[in-house]
């Protein structure tokens, strides 16, 4: 096989790995605050040799070197459940799990049997001093302001924490819409929390459609030139045989 196959075979793949992105973002069109993945390519150039030349000509072939997020914020919804949080601008929630911090957009959050504020899967949303939010029994007026402190009948309660980073980009996925990272964790000073909402994905599926029918095209193009040029090369191999005999 020569390099115009080669070549082909690394554009099929990232082709394949790009389908596999924006399959990804297609699932999560409903799930509340994902945000959406796009693959990032370069050009990978290699020496070529031949028996003339102890280095020739560069060949360019294509290398997916990661993914990049899509920060941009969500639509917002109404829910009317106190216990549903939207944050606007950057920002995120802090929840403390079994193995460790992790933070999350997702403010679908809900009381446990205890009365202390957890996300979906039951783990604790710390407040600005690194604390669990926790309710007595009798309080069931809940009321968050814009800057995160939350109150109830019977006064304040504390003040959710909301953290930003250097580099969204580093943030690393850790399951159920929650990111892992090792920088530090900055407070947001001055956060802007809507009470009874939820911050919706910021995939648009009809873009997303699109790419998927755009990728699919590409990567049948790429097949018909891969199965042109394996003919071309039957034909040689046969055109050669019968001139040598």
């Not at 069109?29 to 693959?39: H, R, S, V």
């Not at 150039?45 to 990049?68: E, H, M, N, P």
């Not at 939010?133 to 814009?146: C, Q, S, Y």
């Amino acid at each position: 096989m020569e390099n115009t196959s080669y070549i082909a075979l690394s554009r099929q793949a990232a082709l394949w790995r790009q389908m596999e992105v924006v399959a990804n973002n297609m699932a999560n069109a409903n799930t509340p605050a994902y945000k959406g993945e796009a693959m990032m390519f370069r050009e990978y150039l290699v020496d070529t040799r031949s028996d003339r030349r102890a280095v020739g000509d560069k060949v360019a072939f294509v290398q997916d070197v990661g993914v990049l997020r899509d920060t941009r914020e969500g639509p917002l919804t109404k829910t009317d459940n106190p216990f549903d949080f939207a944050l606007h601008g950057d920002g995120m929630f802090q929840i403390e799990t079994e193995a460790g911090m992790r933070f999350t957009r997702n403010g679908h959050f809900r009381l446990d049997e205890g009365g202390m504020l957890v996300n979906t899967q039951g783990f604790a949303v710390m407040d600005d001093r690194d604390a669990p939010l926790i309710f007595a029994p009798n309080e069931t007026r809940v009321e968050v302001a814009r800057d995160g402190t939350v109150s109830t009948e019977n006064g304040v309660v504390g003040k959710l924490k909301v953290v930003k980073f250097a580099n969204d980009q580093e943030l690393r996925k850790a399951g159920d819409g929650l990111y892992e990272t090792s920088q530090t964790a900055d407070p947001v000073q001055r956060p802007d929390i809507a009470q009874g909402m939820m911050e919706e994905s910021n995939i648009q599926p009809v873009i997303e459609m699109t790419r998927m029918t755009q990728i699919l095209r590409e990567y049948q193009g790429v097949q018909k030139m891969i199965d042109a040029e394996n003919d071309r090369q039957l034909k040689a191999i046969q055109a050669l045989a019968n001139v040598r005999t």
